[in-house]
Nanobody, 125 residues
Framework: VQLVESGGGSVQAGGSLRLSCAIF????????LGWFRQVPGKEREGVAG???????AYADSVKGRFTISKENAKNTLYLQMNSLKPEGTAMYYC????????????????????WGQGTQGNVSS
């Protein structure tokens, strides 16, 4: 199983980025998927999670601004990030679980079995 993120970059505050995560060797239609982010010196934190049925959940800090989605036919996960803030500067990672289909407990790193290498997002003020 391999996860490959893309779409990171540099934007000004208020701008948007759309991250993609191509998934190989795994069916994203069956299991929980998630997006996480991490800055140096801090723990990795959950941003959004999506279940096999398409139901989703978000961290309070991004609700109303970020949207997680997936395209099963392309085995691809997305994260649309709007109204970005400087505190959104981080390395963003996608993750895939093998043990559950729903997005319950999606913020726990232990739920996930596979991780991508990350894509950097920078938001300037």
């Amino acid at each position: 199983v391999q996860l490959v993120e893309s779409g990171g970059g540099s934007v000004q505050a208020g701008g948007s980025l759309r991250l993609s995560c191509a998934i190989f060797g795994y069916s994203n239609s069956r299991y929980c998927l998630g997006w996480f982010r991490q800055v140096p010196g801090k723990e990795r934190e959950g941003v959004a999670g999506i279940g096999s049925d398409g139901s989703s959940a978000y961290a309070d800090s991004v609700k109303g601004r970020f949207t997680i989605s997936k395209e099963n036919a392309k085995n691809t996960l997305y994260l649309q990030m709007n109204s970005l803030k400087p505190e959104g500067t981080a390395m963003y990672y996608c993750a895939a679980a093998m043990g559950q289909s729903g997005h319950g407990n999606w913020q726990s790193l232990r739920v996930y079995d596979f991780w991508g290498q990350g894509t950097q997002g920078n938001v300037s003020s």
